[in-house]
């Protein structure tokens, strides 16, 4: 019986190695020895000293990553159109890829024959069928002549549809460039001014936000937030102008909040926590004695008063509060007449 149950075993380790092996072999590339072979007999084809040939060519110096993926969940109906940033977020497609350039970086040539290369390597890792279902998104403070020059030579001539926004096909992908320093001024697209120059040079130049946006911009400051303090067990990412990144979203706070009025910042703190933050005089300043005083029982008004005024109550009146009250009247008296220097006498001198 221990021997089969030792075998039983040994076939089920046999079996889980073996179905190991499988999976880490569908997931490494497999290479043929053809290729080289083709490799070897092109090198010896081709004109000797005008062409060389170079197997194996890494074609990316880091693994190709695009900056941002917007899938469309496998919902049914249609999904409700945004109120906010319709320029970057309008008209989705089910695949929808997004290339951007933050406010200290430009659109260069590149850009355009990279934009094409995200499209084509994304249709095989997502395991697209149809192209149709891909669009592209490009982000930038602004449009440059070499960017244009670039996606003419492939075929792509951008039409402006509105302010800072411009449309094309970049071979079968509709693509949309969307610059963010023209189409922040219009309503609905404000927040953009957080990734323009402007919000390095002028952070406290940031648009009048609606309350939405407003809404919006406090769950982005919770995350530049968690940038400087990463919670318990989140590795510290080290970003690209990460000091102005924080510096920029400090002063725009500032200037949010001067334009609020008051009690719309208030309302964001609880009672207590504004009281906490002010001296007791400065609490009372400016309410009429009666104001200060509500609320409180005759004892508690008696506690209130300064001890001048306590040492001017008669007994009979002391005699009618609680007990607790004349006890801690007599404390404070007692305390106070302690702190007090004596008085000294003054000597007479007597005539001689």
């Not at 695009?66 to 309008?90: M, N, Q, Y």
């Not at 411009?166 to 404000?190: I, W």
Request: glycine share 6%; aromatic share 4%.
């Amino acid at each position: 019986m221990v021997a089969l149950l030792r075998m039983a075993r040994g076939k089920r380790a046999a079996t889980t190695r073996d179905g190991r092996a499988a999976q880490r072999q569908r997931r490494a590339r497999v290479y043929t020895a053809w290729h080289p072979v083709l490799v070897a007999l092109l090198e010896h084809v081709v004109p000797e000293g005008w062409y060389q040939c170079i197997s194996e060519f890494q074609l990316a110096r880091e693994p190709l990553r695009v900056d941002i993926v917007i899938l469309r969940r496998r919902r049914r109906g249609a999904p409700p159109a945004p109120r906010l940033l319709t320029s970057v977020v309008g008209e989705l497609a089910e695949h929808t890829l997004v290339h951007f350039k933050g406010p200290t970086d430009e659109l260069e040539r590149d850009d355009a024959r990279m934009l094409l290369a995200y499209a084509l390597q994304y249709l095989v890792v997502a395991e697209i069928d149809d192209p149709a279902a891909v669009a592209l998104r490009v982000v930038a403070p602004r449009v440059t002549q070499r960017f244009l020059g670039a996606l003419r030579s492939l075929g792509c001539a951008l039409a402006t549809t509105g302010p800072g926004t411009h449309e094309g096909r970049l071979g079968v992908f509709p693509l949309r460039v969307v610059e963010t320093v023209p189409a922040t001024a219009r309503a609905g697209e404000h927040l953009l001014y957080t990734v323009t120059p402007g919000m390095v040079a002028d952070p406290g130049g940031i648009p009048a936000l609606s309350p939405e946006e407003i809404a919006v911009f406090w769950a982005l400051l919770e995350h530049v937030e968690q940038v400087r303090h990463p919670l318990p067990g989140q590795r510290k990412r080290h970003m690209k102008d990460e000091k102005r990144v924080l510096e920029s979203f400090e002063q725009a706070l500032a200037r949010i909040v001067a334009r609020l009025p008051p009690e719309k910042v208030l309302q964001s703190y609880e009672p207590e926590q504004v009281l906490r933050s002010y001296a007791p005089e400065q609490r009372l300043a400016g309410l009429a004695p009666e104001q200060r005083l509500a609320g409180l029982s005759e004892a508690e008004a008696v506690l209130a008063l300064p001890d001048t005024t306590l040492r001017a109550l008669s007994q009979e009146y002391l005699a009618t509060l609680p007990r607790e009250t004349q006890a801690a009247i007599q404390e404070r008296l007692l305390a106070t007449s302690k702190r007090r220097p004596a008085r000294q006498r003054k000597t007479r001198t007597l005539p001689r």
